[in-house]
C-alpha cells in the first residue's frame, strides 16, 4: 500500500476587505483575480507556478510536469510575481508583479528568467490575469482604474493597441480564457444586483455574447478552455458548498465533476496541451474523463476523473505534484501550497 505525504507551506496575510465577488465567506476581491497559479507549456513538458521562495516571498517556479526539479525563474528580481502564463510557442511567460504602489502590472520575461520587463508601462490601470490568444499576437487581460469595475481588454501582444472589449456591459470581468481557434473568450462576469457569477462566452471583437449556462443558478468562475475546444472547465460549489472543478460542453451541456474528492478546495483549472490532464488550484493533477454527449441534460452526471496521485498500486514512485489549495477566514487568506509524494 503506498502511503501519501503531504508537505504544506504557508503564507498569511490581511485581506484589507472582501467584495461580492462570489461570496463574502469564500472569497475577496484579491482572489477573483490575482491567485497563485499553475499553467502547462505548450509541449507538456514542463509547468510554471507561483510560490513562496526560502524567504517567503511569491515568486514563480518552474517544474517538469510530474512536479519535481522545481526552480526559481528569477531568484535575482525582488519583486512578487502571480498568474503566469506562456506564450505560445513557449519562449516567454507572461506574469504579474505588483510596484510599490501595490498595483497588479502584466510583466514579461524570457522562459530561462532572462530580460524581465514591463508589458505595457505607460498604463497606469491594474492589470491581472493575462491570457495570450493561441497564435500568440494578442493578450486578453483584465483591468481596472480606481473608482471603476473590473473590465476585459485586449492588446497586441507587445501591450499596443489597448481596447475595453466589452465597455457597454456594466459587470465586473474575470479570468479570461482564449477559445484554441483564437476566435472566443470565456470569462467570469459578475452581477452586483444579483451576488450571482457566471461564465460568459463572447467574440473577440466583443459581439455575440452568451451565457454558458443560463438554465444553472450556480457560482461560476475561472473558465478554461479544453485544447480541442469542445469543454470548458470551471469551479462551482458541491452540496457541501466547497469549490469543485467541473466540466461542460461548450454548448452547456454535459455538466460533470472532475473528481471525486470530499475534503479541501479546487480552483483555477488549467488543461494540459493534450487534453487528457488538469492542473488545478488544489493538490493534485488529475486524469480528465471523456465528454458526456452533447444534448444530454446540462445536470451533474455523477461521472468524475481520476486523481492522479490516487493509490491504485501502479505508477512511479516518488513523485511530487505541484497544486495549491486555500482558505479564506475572517479579513485573513491562508495561500497553501502542496507538495502530494508517493512512497511504497
Not at 528580481?77 to 505588483?98: L, R, V
Not at 457597454?168 to 482564449?178: I, L, V
Not at 452568451?210 to 444553472?216: G, K, S, T, V
Not at 496541451?273 to 444534448?295: F, H, I, L, R
Request: proline share 5%.
Amino acid at each position: 500500500m503506498q502511503i501519501i505525504r503531504i508537505t504544506t507551506l504557508l503564507l498569511v496575510f490581511t485581506v484589507m476587505a472582501l467584495s461580492q465577488c462570489v461570496s463574502a465567506a469564500v472569497y475577496d476581491e484579491y482572489d477573483c483575480s490575482i491567485k497563485p497559479d499553475g499553467s502547462f507549456s505548450p509541449d507538456g513538458a514542463r509547468i510554471v507556478f507561483a510560490d513562496f521562495d526560502a524567504g517567503g516571498k511569491d515568486k514563480l517556479f518552474i517544474s517538469k510536469a510530474d512536479g519535481t526539479g522545481a526552480t526559481v525563474l528569477m531568484p535575482d528580481i525582488q519583486k512578487k510575481e502571480f498568474t503566469p502564463d506562456w506564450s505560445h510557442d513557449g519562449k516567454k511567460i507572461f506574469y504579474i508583479s505588483f510596484n510599490k504602489q501595490g498595483n497588479g502590472k502584466i510583466h514579461v520575461v524570457d522562459a530561462d528568467g532572462t530580460d524581465a520587463k514591463e508589458l505595457m508601462p505607460d498604463d497606469s490601470k491594474k492589470q491581472w490575469s493575462p491570457d495570450i490568444s493561441p497564435d500568440g499576437t494578442k493578450i486578453a487581460y483584465i483591468s481596472r482604474q480606481l473608482g471603476s469595475k473590473e473590465k476585459l481588454y485586449i492588446a497586441n501582444i507587445d501591450g499596443t493597441g489597448a481596447e475595453e472589449l466589452m465597455p457597454d456591459d456594466s459587470k465586473k470581468q474575470f479570468t479570461p480564457d482564449f477559445s484554441p481557434d483564437g476566435t472566443k473568450i470565456a470569462y467570469h462576469s459578475f452581477n452586483v444586483n444579483n451576488n450571482l457569477d457566471k461564465i460568459f462566452i463572447v467574440n473577440v471583437d466583443g459581439t455575440g455574447k452568451r451565457e454558458l449556462m443560463p438554465d444553472i443558478e450556480e457560482k461560476q468562475f475561472s473558465p478554461s478552455y479544453s485544447p480541442d475546444g469542445t469543454r470548458i472547465a470551471y469551479v462551482s460549489f458541491n452540496e457541501d458548498k466547497l469549490e469543485r472543478v467541473y466540466i461542460v460542453n461548450v454548448d452547456g451541456t454535459g455538466k460533470l465533476r472532475l473528481t471525486t474528492a470530499t475534503e479541501g478546495r479546487e480552483r483555477d483549472p488549467h488543461w494540459s496541451p493534450d487534453g487528457t490532464k488538469m492542473v488545478y488550484n488544489g493538490n493534485t493533477v488529475v486524469s480528465v474523463p471523456p465528454a458526456v454527449g452533447a444534448g444530454s441534460a446540462a445536470t451533474d452526471t455523477g461521472q468524475s476523473g481520476t486523481d492522479a496521485g490516487a493509490d491504485t498500486g501502479a505508477g512511479d514512485e516518488g513523485k511530487s505534484t505541484p497544486g495549491f489549495g486555500w482558505m479564506v477566514s475572517t479579513g485573513v487568506v491562508l495561500l497553501v501550497y502542496l507538495f502530494t509524494r508517493r512512497a511504497s
